[in-house]
């Protein structure tokens, strides 16, 4: 079992910054992919940035202004958002895979951007 532990959320005005982390208990060098998701009120959960490989993919929505990132030394993921917008609020949730394995979801933290 892997336990993921998100932090970094908060309240921000648009057009500033915040790093969420997210911290996983053990080694995160085997997941094959590593990604956060977010979700809105009233809204389905949508990827938002993911790490496959030497592959990152980002939501059109965030492109440019989101990135992903892995530590590999401190089994920890980023996500750096800049430029926030209003329309970024939401719980964001780290997420972990391994092919054939299961997959780990972290609790979530909640960002919220004040326009």
């Known amino acids: 079992q892997v336990q993921l532990v998100e932090s970094g959320g908060g309240l921000v005005q648009a057009g500033g910054s915040l790093r969420l982390s997210c911290a996983a208990s053990r080694s995160i060098f085997t997941f094959n992919y590593m990604g956060w998701y977010r979700q809105a009120p009233g809204k389905q959960r949508e990827l938002v940035a993911m790490m496959s490989g030497t592959s990152n993919n980002y939501a059109d929505s965030v492109k440019g202004r989101f990135t992903i990132s892995r530590d590999n030394a401190k089994n920890t993921a980023y996500l750096q958002m800049n430029n926030l917008k209003s329309e970024d609020t939401a719980v964001y949730y780290c997420?972990?895979?391994?092919?054939?394995?299961?997959?780990?979801w972290g609790q979530g933290t909640q960002v919220t951007v004040s326009s």
């Open positions: 997420h972990a895979r391994t092919n054939g394995r299961p997959e780990y």
